[in-house]
């Protein structure tokens, strides 16, 4: 014999709730959404600095780690990127007392930038399941939530913007 257990509704509204405590529910329902999204360690808008880098096992060809879907090439590639930048910095500490950290690959671009970049597509291949219910579930309750909610989040929303092109 199987016990049936009945998942209980995240949403604590009723048919007969007010409007007022919808528009609430929505809300709190939008917070909590955003916050899993914070607690897969993901920035906001996902922005990517490099556009696309050198293969590193074959010069040959360029990756464009944006749309990457090769897991074991991205951390491989991590590992190379990370190793050579840990490498300079240590070797750059101990022979000079000063950590070098401005080491760019062979087309000009910065290291770090190109391990942050790698990290950032890891986090969202192996979330990606998780980061797409989210979202749908937002954009669906989004157009419910009150004109007041929406200013306020549409303001966030630019403020946000305004830090991250600084």
Known sequence: MTN???KESKISIKKSSSKKQMQNAIKLEIEKIDEKLASLGLPPEIKYICSAITNFETTQNTVNISVCTDISWLYRALAHYENIYNNVLHN???MFKTGFIELKNNQNILIR???VDLKLRIKVITHSSMI???TTAKNKLAPFMDEESRLY???KEVEQLYNSSE
Do not use: H, R, W
């Open 113 to 115: 930038d190109i391990i």
């Open 4 to 6: 049936i257990v009945k």
């Open 132 to 134: 797409s219910k989210l």
């Open 92 to 94: 750059s500490q101990l």
């Open 153 to 155: 989040n549409t303001l």
